[in-house]
T-cell receptor, first 109, second 114 residues
């Protein structure tokens, strides 16, 4: 089966930076996704990496190293509304998505 | 609003009840998915439909029965569930299965089995 690991919880202060790491072991690789999920709501797409390197989208950036089976999501200038669960998901050789358990980020004033 | 709707949003049922979850997508997608999300656990893929044909059944017990009458609608029929089936059930869609696009999720149905 697929194995995707990310920390369970992280806490940071408003205006700070938080980095959420994700490591994976999958049968083949066809891209890595990050989703944001607020409590009681649908997961929403944040970013997609298929090649090594950094993808930047405003306050959010995502990095991928395929040789290390590693990605991170960087959240800058944290706002209270960023308090949510962040899901790492990897697409395998059959294009099936496997998810990590999610990292709950709490932003404090 | 992601373009994927689910009803009901909350459901409480006894172990002998029969109920159905409904998902509808307004995005013109051809692939639809059912996932189960339990507390502190990864999303688990249950079923995949591509162009109305079931392409994936991830060893799901037969008390869960999916139905896809057309590319816009997906149902999950529930019968004789167990308390451990209590979870958030998420529907998702994508342009096609196996493509390079992301999946769009509905808000989920929070199910409690007593």
């Amino acid at each position: 089966g697929q194995n995707i690991d990310q920390p369970t919880e992280m806490t940071a202060t408003e205006g700070a930076i938080v980095q959420i790491n994700c490591t994976y072991q999958t049968s083949g690789f066809n891209g890595l996704f990050w989703y944001q999920q607020h409590a009681g709501e649908a997961p929403t797409f944040l970013s997609y990496n298929v090649l090594d390197g950094l993808e930047e989208k405003g306050r959010f950036s995502s990095f991928l190293s395929r040789s290390k089976g590693y990605s991170y999501l960087l959240l800058k200038e944290l706002q209270m509304k960023d308090s949510a669960s962040y899901l790492c998901a990897v697409r395998d050789r059959d294009y099936k998505l496997s998810f990590g358990a999610g990292t709950t980020v709490t932003v404090r004033a | 609003e992601t373009g994927v709707t689910q009803t009901p949003r909350h459901l409480v049922m006894g172990m002998t009840n029969k109920k159905s979850l409904k998902c509808e997508q307004h995005l013109g997608h051809n692939a639809m998915y059912w996932y189960k999300q339990s507390a502190k656990k990864p999303l688990e893929l249950m079923f995949v439909y591509n162009f109305k044909e079931q392409t994936e059944n991830n060893s799901v017990p037969s008390r869960f029965s999916p139905e896809c009458p057309n590319s816009s609608h997906l149902f999950l029929h529930l019968h004789t569930l167990q308390p451990e089936d209590s979870a958030l059930y998420l529907c998702a869609s994508s342009p096609s299965e196996g493509g390079g696009e992301t999946q769009y999720f509905g808000p989920g149905t929070r199910l409690l089995v007593l």
